[in-house]
């Protein structure tokens, strides 16, 4: 299991901007593909946005297409989500999760690393 750290999160306007940071200090994080999942309250974890180990290959969820951006520094170890135009709907704990694979995931039962979760709050 991969030691994974989110962080960006915070207090948002409706409209704001945040970049949220995926790090693996201790892995090379290089050789999987990470997802962004969120979860609000009341509601089960959703995928969000995937880059393959390349970053050749991405995909977004319908709800945040043309919003969010997902890219990755892998000299860096890190997985980034720039996420634009927030609304009070995207609201939610962020989470990122690794799985060594070719291939972009967001099916949660396919992720064993985890990271605990970076709050995002939109509201005016």
């Known amino acids: 299991q991969l030691q994974l750290v989110e962080s960006g999160g915070g207090l948002v306007q409706p409209g704001g901007s945040l970049r949220l940071a995926c790090t693996a200090p201790d892995n090379w994080l290089g050789d999987y593909t990470v997802t962004w999942f969120r979860q609000a309250p009341g509601k089960e974890r959703e995928g969000v946005s995937c880059?393959?180990?390349?970053?050749?290959?991405?995909d977004y969820a319908e709800p945040v297409k043309g919003r969010f951006t997902i890219s990755r520094d892998n000299a860096k170890k890190t997985v980034y989500l720039q996420i634009d135009s927030l609304k009070p709907e995207d609201t939610a704990i962020y989470y990122c999760?690794?799985?060594?694979?070719?291939?972009?995931?967001?099916?949660?039962?396919?992720?064993?690393?985890w990271g605990l979760g970076t709050q995002v709050t939109v509201s005016s």
């Open positions: 880059i393959t180990k390349s970053g050749q290959i991405t």
């Open positions: 999760a690794a799985v060594f694979s070719y291939y972009c995931s967001n099916y949660i039962h396919d992720f064993q690393s």
